[in-house]
T-cell receptor, first 109, second 112 residues
Framework: AQRVTQPEKLLSVFKGAPVELKCNYSYSGSPELFWYVQYSRQRLQLLLR??SRESIKGFTADLNKGETSFHLKKPFAQEEDSAMYYCALGNQAGTALIFGKGTTLSVSS | DSGVTQTPKHLITATGQRVTLRCSPRSGDLSVYWYQQSLDQGLQFLIQ???????AKGNILERFSAQQFPDLHSELNLSSLELGDSALYFC???????????FGEGSRLTVL
């Protein structure tokens, strides 16, 4: 069965500090991993996906199949990064994305 | 706005009642997904439709049902409502499977 675990419900950091939002998944096949973000009063939107291997808004995430993880990282947090972050798992069969419970990131000055 | 639209935005009803939530996907998107968001459970996948046919089912209760119509809009029907059904219900659509999901603003259901 597919499962996504985000162990932290809330992560509070100071502006300029590094950020790492953890995500672990469980899936026996070839996974597709995504990070979605929901800013205050905005829609849930895609932040990045592992297949693109790109950096969006300074965030990066590397798929580690050995550790079944897809942690989201940013070297220097900004106040505008404060939001709810969801890790999501898809598969080649194309069934719907399974989301973790989300982590609220709070960046204060 | 050619994004995903959901109606109503807010809905308050009583236990035992039935409601219908409506979703119009982005133009050109064939796939529609329904998710339930609650404080305890996060985003729970309910059901997926592709071009009018059910594609996948998640943790959808038997009291809930959905369909996708020929014009690709979708409706989620919730019946015999209970207090625990109070949540934010999101609809999302996508062009490709798997692919980027585009979310609506959600319908907030409050059951009193």
């Amino acid at each position: 069965a597919q499962r996504v675990t985000q162990p932290e419900k809330l992560l509070s950091v100071f502006k300029g500090a590094p950020v790492e939002l953890k995500c672990n998944y469980s899936y026996s096949g070839s996974p597709e991993l995504f990070w979605y973000v929901q800013y205050s009063r905005q829609r849930l939107q895609l932040l990045l996906r592992h297949i693109s291997r790109e950096s969006i808004k300074g965030f990066t995430a590397d798929l580690n199949k050995g550790e079944t993880s897809f942690h989201l990282k940013k070297p220097f947090a900004q106040e505008e990064d404060s939001a709810m972050y969801y890790c999501a798992l898809g598969n080649q069969a194309g069934t719907a994305l399974i989301f973790g419970k989300g982590t609220t990131l709070s960046v204060s000055s | 706005d050619s994004g995903v639209t959901q109606t109503p935005k807010h809905l308050i009803t009583a236990t035992g009642q039935r409601v219908t939530l409506r979703c119009s996907p982005r133009s050109g998107d064939l796939s529609v997904y329904w998710y339930q968001q609650s404080l305890d459970q996060g985003l729970q996948f309910l059901i997926q439709y592709y071009n009018g046919e059910e594609r996948a089912k998640g943790n959808i209760l038997e009291r809930f049902s959905a369909q996708q119509f020929p014009d690709l809009h979708s409706e989620l029907n919730l019946s015999s409502l209970e207090l625990g059904d109070s949540a934010l219900y999101f609809c999302a659509s996508s062009v490709a499977i798997p692919g980027e999901l585009f979310f609506g603003e959600g319908s907030r259901l409050t059951v009193l």
